[in-house]
């Protein structure tokens, strides 16, 4: 994603460090409740993950539009 320009690494380790870890206010997808607190300062809401990742299969299908297979 990074290598194609899609996403930045930034926007990568966000996602990540949102779904994966949690705080009392933002609880991570897939954390459990006895993980340490994330140190993401800036987590990603339910919303903004939501839309990162329809972007992302938007271009993703999008390239696989143009592909031919013969």
């Known amino acids: 994603m990074v290598r194609r320009g899609w996403a930045t690494l930034a926007e990568c380790s966000r996602l990540d460090?949102?779904?994966n870890?949690?705080?009392?206010?933002?609880?991570?997808?897939?954390?459990?409740?006895?993980?340490?607190?994330s140190?993401?300062?800036?987590?990603?809401?339910?919303a903004m993950t939501e839309e990162f990742v329809r972007e992302l299969l938007a271009l993703w299908i999008e390239s696989k539009i143009g592909k031919t297979n013969i």
């Open 17 to 19: 460090e949102s779904l």
């Open 39 to 46: 140190q993401n300062q800036n987590p990603m809401s339910l």
């Open 21 to 37: 870890f949690g705080n009392d206010y933002y609880l991570g997808a897939h954390a459990r409740q006895e993980c340490a607190p």
